[in-house]
């Protein structure tokens, strides 16, 4: 028996392509693992009315560790108007696999390293290398959401809070409500993980990125844990604090002095692909989505419909998402071992996709990447 199993789910579009590239690479290192194909995506939508069916659930549940292409999505009514005539009028409402993925598995960090690699022609600035902590099943991504807001809602919310009176003109089917739930644990866990790895890399600071001073309760739960944990365990590594609209602009204007950031799955969700554009754009951010029992590493980057099937894009994001799962796994030297190809091949500026300026193919890029290990 292999010592691991791996899930594959390449998912939609262009997901497929990178896929085949990571595989290139990992029937190079030729790791001691068993890859299961799983079904991901819209195809199992349109379908069987289920993106994420329960056959992927039980593969996930019997896996080590997954590699995941991406994903379509599309607004609610556009979804449905795609189902295949028998499932149409059943009420089914479309959600995103990956979010469901992420709660469904309590895959509560979502790690996102954004290195500029030497010589890579889309570099913002060489030399940048910050990575994203981003609380990955909570907050705006709960799920709880009203349109219209039901009554009985509504009454609690008059009844406890002043500033819901403001509204109360406004009839429940013309207001929508999302609910931004934060957990003292949920704050305290990304925030543990994002210490503990600037830490380990021996980074100056981890930088909060949240909006305090109007979202005083969640923002400002965040923050408060920050400042504890800081103060009582990790007093070696500088907290800063940043508003998530001021940092959009400090991170253009002083890249470099940041090195790991921590936010709430919205924030977070936003400053990592500011992040990813600072080291040449999707085709360059891996991810890891990481709980207890099992982790799913994804690139950052969508499906692409546009371009599915052409061996267009740039499989990096994919190749390094390998290389997270190495890590993950504790199989240390072949994570290392592909990063290193992976800068080469960038540096030697051979083989390059079209994003880079470069004509070569998805899988000539993972063949080269491939070919250094
Ligand atoms: C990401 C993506 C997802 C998210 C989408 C596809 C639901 O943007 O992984 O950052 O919002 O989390
Ligand atoms: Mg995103």
């Not at 195809?43 to 080590?64: A, H, S, V, Y």
């Not at 919310?157 to 509204?167: E, I, N, Q």
Request: hydrophobic fraction near 40%; include cysteine; glycine fraction near 8%.
């Amino acid at each position: 028996m292999a010592k691991y199993k791996i899930a594959m789910l390449p998912g939609d579009g262009v997901g497929n392509d990178v896929m085949e590239a990571a595989q290139l690479v990992l029937d190079k290192i030729n790791l001691d693992a068993e890859y299961i194909h799983g079904d991901i995506g819209w195809e199992f939508w349109k379908t069987e009315g289920d993106p994420l069916p329960q056959r992927t659930i039980d593969l996930l549940n019997n896996c080590d560790a997954s590699l995941f292409g991406a994903i379509t999505s599309k607004p609610k009514d556009e979804a449905a108007a795609e189902l295949v005539p028998e499932l149409r009028d059943k009420g089914l409402v479309y959600f995103s696999p990956i979010v469901k993925m992420r709660q469904l598995f309590n895959l509560r960090t979502n790690f996102r390293p954004c290195k500029a690699y030497n010589g890579n022609p889309l570099n913002y600035k060489d030399g940048i290398d910050i990575t994203v902590f981003r609380e990955n099943t909570e907050g705006l991504y709960a799920g709880i959401e009203y349109h219209p807001v039901p009554e009985e809602v509504w009454k609690v919310l008059m009844d406890t809070h002043p500033k819901a009176k403001r509204f109360d003109s406004t009839p429940r089917v013309d207001m929508a409500l999302s609910l931004r739930l934060f957990t003292r644990k949920g704050c305290q866990n990304i925030l543990r993980d994002a210490f503990e790895y600037a830490k380990k890399n021996k980074c100056k600071s981890v930088t909060v990125v949240e909006k305090p001073n109007v979202l005083r309760e969640t923002s400002g739960l965040m923050v408060r844990e920050a400042r504890k944990m800081q103060k009582e365990e990790y007093p070696e590594i500088e907290l800063w604090e940043a508003n998530i609209d001021a940092m959009t602009m400090w991170l253009i204007k002083n890249p470099m002095d940041y090195s790991v950031l921590v936010a709430g799955n919205m924030f977070g969700d936003i400053i990592s692909d500011l992040c990813a554009q600072l080291v040449g754009g999707l085709g360059f951010a891996s991810s890891g989505n990481i709980g207890d029992k099992l982790a799913v590493f994804e690139p950052t980057h969508g499906s692409a419909p546009k371009y599915a099937g052409q061996y267009k894009v740039n499989p990096i994001a994919m190749i390094l998402c390998v290389k997270l799962m190495c890590e993950y796994l504790g199989e240390n030297a072949h994570a290392q071992a592909i990063e290193k190809a992976v800068a080469e091949v960038i540096a030697e500026g051979k083989y390059r996709t079209y994003d880079m300026g470069g004509n070569s193919t998805t899988l000539e890029v993972g063949q080269a990447i491939a070919d250094k290990l």
